[in-house]
T-cell receptor
Framework: SAVISQKPSRDICQRGTSLTIQCQVD?????MFWYRQQPGQSLTLIAT?????????ESGFVIDKFPISRPNLTFSTLTVSNMSPEDSSIYLC??????????????FGPGTRLTVL | RKEVEQDPGPFNVPEGATVAFNCTYS??????FFWYRQDCRKEPKLLMS???SGNEDGRFTAQLNRASQYISLLIRDSKLSDSATYLC??????????FGSGTRLQVQP
């Protein structure tokens, strides 16, 4: 299994500012992801955080708005840039842990609840 | 059409009842399917994986029907503690997951 922590757990930010969310996994994992969950909605994949290279973004998400770093196998950051109220959401980090494709499990961090005023 | 569709509910059932949720998917190439449970203001937690024809874990049974492209979750003898949102998900083929909108279950005393 993998235990994931995120910082901050919540924040209230002014529009136009940026927030960086940190994600720490207690063990080395092959893959890490960032999701967004807007109020009352399900999870939407933002990007796959690739270790040592640029993240792979899903349609509708761009690097300028959501820069991601993954310097090693246990840590990643997501920045929400130039925030607007529409960015108010819960941002969840996840990690894939297991022995292989048939046994891998995706674990989620507790999320960062962001409110943009 | 959404990749994954679920009835949002809520399903209100009495304790001890049996309840079933269905989830349909559009990508016939999907190989791995999962049910996650999400409590209010908490992160999703894996409830069950559904890899082949289905599997059972105590009061929970998950089934996969590839021909009709749906998966189901059956909960027997519902407990108050089963009240949560149940998210259907599947592998995108790139190891990430795509999720349904979730089905809310409320078990009543």
């Amino acid at each position: 299994s993998a235990v994931i922590s995120q910082k901050p757990s919540r924040d209230i930010c002014q529009r136009g500012t940026s927030l960086t969310i940190q994600c720490q996994v207690d063990s080395q994992v092959t893959m890490m992801f960032w999701y967004r969950q807007q109020p009352g909605q399900s999870l939407t994949l933002i990007a796959t955080a690739n270790q040592g290279s640029e993240a792979t973004y899903e349609s509708g998400f761009v690097i300028d708005k959501f820069p991601i770093s993954r310097p090693n196998l246990t840590f990643s950051t997501l920045t929400v840039s130039n925030m607007s109220p529409e960015d108010s959401s819960i941002y969840l980090c996840s990690a894939l842990a297991g022995a292989g494709p048939s046994t891998d499990t995706q674990y989620f961090g507790p999320g960062t609840r962001l409110t943009v005023l | 059409r959404k990749e994954v569709e679920q009835d949002p509910g809520p399903f209100n059932v009495p304790e001890g009842a049996t309840v079933a949720f269905n989830c349909t998917y559009s990508n016939s190439a999907s190989q791995s399917f999962f049910w996650y449970r999400q409590d209010c203001r908490k992160e999703p937690k894996l409830l069950m994986s559904v890899y082949s024809s289905g599997n059972e874990d105590g009061r929970f049974t998950a089934q996969l029907n590839r021909a009709s492209q749906y998966i189901s979750l059956l909960i027997r003898d519902s407990k108050l503690s089963d009240s949560a949102t149940y998210l259907c998900s599947m592998d995108t083929g790139r190891r990430a997951l795509t999720f349904g909108s979730g089905t809310r279950l409320q078990v009543q005393p």
